[in-house]
Nanobody
Framework: QVQLVESGGGLVQPGGSLRLSCAAS????????MGWYRQAPGKQREVVAHVSNSGYKDYADSVKGRFTISRDNVKNTVYLQMNSLKPEDTAIYYC????????WGQGTQVTVSS
């Protein structure tokens, strides 16, 4: 079964950038559409971006033009480049399948604060 490990979070000032990574175990990673999700305190988990196994990408309106999702099927890794970060981007970020959920990883904390 695929296991997901997120990394790359941290504390960043407004306007800053971070690059998140999600390493997946298992060679079947390439067949999944993958997504990045986030959950802020007191809020439900939401989809931030997703990328299909053919490379189609889509984003939540709140992050369009600021975030970029990408994947490397050789490395079994999906990335989220986050630019122009805002305090409202503060959340725990998770990756997971988009059309089929896998067991959730531990996530990585992103805090945007001055």
């Amino acid at each position: 079964q695929v296991q997901l490990v997120e990394s790359g979070g941290g504390l960043v000032q407004p306007g800053g950038s971070l690059r998140l990574s999600c390493a997946a175990s298992g060679s079947i990673f390439s067949i999944y559409s993958m997504g990045w999700y986030r959950q802020a305190p007191g809020k439900q988990r939401e989809v931030v971006a997703h990328v299909s196994n053919s490379g189609y990408k889509d984003y939540a309106d709140s992050v369009k033009g600021r975030f970029t999702i990408s994947r490397d099927n050789v490395k079994n890794t999906v990335y989220l480049q986050m630019n122009s970060l805002k305090p409202e981007d503060t959340a725990i970020y998770y990756c997971n399948g988009f059309t089929q959920l896998l067991p959730w990883g531990q996530g990585t904390q992103v805090t945007v604060s001055s």
